[in-house]
């Protein structure tokens, strides 16, 4: 299956700062990826859809201006945690559609473990 | 109603039995199903798609699809202890919509040894 890398894989931070994830598609291109969030034995949420070259669409509840998504390349999508504060510590996963697949396959990468203290 | 639904378990299956993992939809036109593992603390990793009626089989897995039920599964045979694990079912939309999948909450397998 295709590869979705992420890094850092883990982060600890003070609150009040920012802190930047990466995304990225190692062995294709993916024009829509997906940035998600799970708390400890909670199902993943979707935060916001991310379109290469374009806004980001985001659910309900979720701060635009607080989690900054860009997706600047057909390989790479970043999110930005803006101010930081501990409610925000949490799992979060991103994931890339591979459009070159049979059924728009949606791969996840390994996820990034985020605590702010 | 949720659009898609898993039993949450826990179930518990003995080492070397088939596990069966069910998932239902609300959309009948959905598209494609996917079932994804989701080991505790880490992401989850694609383990089977299929998009036409009946059975797929991929080793110890077999994804099966009844679209007039709409009703989707995953059996493990020869379950192993290494399978435990959450199981989440996904489906993807009817196409001109979003291309995100809809998640059910998983189900919680456990293999006993």
């Known amino acids: 299956g295709a590869v979705v890398s992420q890094h850092p894989s883990w982060v600890i931070c003070k609150s009040g700062t920012s802190v930047k994830i990466e995304c990225r598609s190692l062995d294709f291109q993916a024009t829509t990826m997906f940035w998600y969030r799970q708390f400890p034995k909670q199902s993943l949420m979707l935060m916001a859809t991310s379109n290469e070259g374009s806004k980001a669409t985001y659910e309900q509840g979720v701060e635009k201006d607080k989690f900054l998504i860009n997706h600047a390349s057909l390989t790479l999508s970043t999110l930005t945690v803006t101010s930081a504060h501990p409610e925000d510590s949490s799992f979060y996963i991103c994931?890339?559609?591979?459009?070159?697949?049979?059924?728009?396959?949606?791969?996840f990468g390994p996820g990034t473990r985020l605590t702010v203290t | 109603q949720k659009e898609v639904e898993q039993n949450s378990g826990p179930l518990s299956v003995p080492e070397g039995a088939i596990a069966s993992l069910n998932c239902t939809y609300s959309d009948r036109g959905s598209q494609s199903f996917f079932w994804y593992r989701q080991y505790s603390g880490k992401s989850p990793e694609l383990i089977m798609f299929?998009?036409?009626?009946g059975d797929k089989e991929d080793g110890r897995f077999t994804a099966q699809l009844n679209k007039a039920s709409q009703y989707v599964s995953l059996l493990i045979r020869d379950s192993q202890p290494s399978d435990s694990a959450t199981y989440l079912c996904a489906v993807l939309p009817p196409s001109g919509s979003a291309r995100q999948l809809t998640f059910g909450s998983g189900t919680q397998l456990t293999v006993l040894p």
């Open positions: 994931s890339a559609i591979d459009t070159g697949g049979q059924s728009y396959e949606q791969y």
């Open positions: 299929i998009y036409s009626n």
